[in-house]
């Protein structure tokens, strides 16, 4: 990173990671670019997708497993600075197809953990029976983690600001 003073911990990133709704997945679909934003749960060093076992997204993951995921925590432009107060991170790594319906359901029942944590476990358990047959889990497996924080919030945390 070229201003490495800015540089989130691992520790850090991973916390951004935690409580973020949603990021944007980074893939190379033949010749282009494709991105999609996606909700997502971490689980250990894994970023975990759900998705429809077809469509643009997975066929470029087949052809080329290799992804760029990227969360902003914060964004918050400070006009009178010609700044933008900011906290993101951008996870590198290789995408894996979930096929076991054990892990599948164990990480469906992560995500409604995240995204639905009032809703019962019995209504939870009946949704993943409902679904997981036509729900592809994407597994990315965290190969590199790097965070930045906005010059701004970096100096008012460090008492310099």
């Known amino acids: ?83 933008t107060d900011f906290r993101s991170v951008i996870v590198e790594g290789k995408i894996d197809f979930v096929s076991s319906a054990d892990e599948k359901k164990m990480y469906l029942r992560e995500l409604c953990k995240k995204y639905s944590p009032c809703v019962s476990s019995l209504a939870v358990e009946k949704e993943i029976e409902l679904s997981i047959s036509s729900v592809l889990i994407l597994r990315l497996s965290i190969e590199s983690i790097s965070g930045k924080v906005g010059i701004y919030i970096m100096e008012k945390e460090n008492g310099t600001g």
């Open 1 to 83: 990173m070229r201003r490495a003073k800015q540089a989130i911990c691992e520790k850090d990133c991973l916390s951004i990671l935690d409580r973020a709704s949603s990021g944007t997945l980074s893939l190379v679909d033949g010749a282009e670019p494709y991105a999609v934003p996606l909700n997502f749960v971490r689980c250990g060093k894994h970023i975990i997708f759900h998705s429809a076992k077809e469509g643009r997204k997975i066929e470029a993951v087949r052809k080329n497993p290799y992804a760029c995921f990227s969360v902003i925590d914060s964004d918050l432009v400070r006009p009178e600075k010609f700044a």
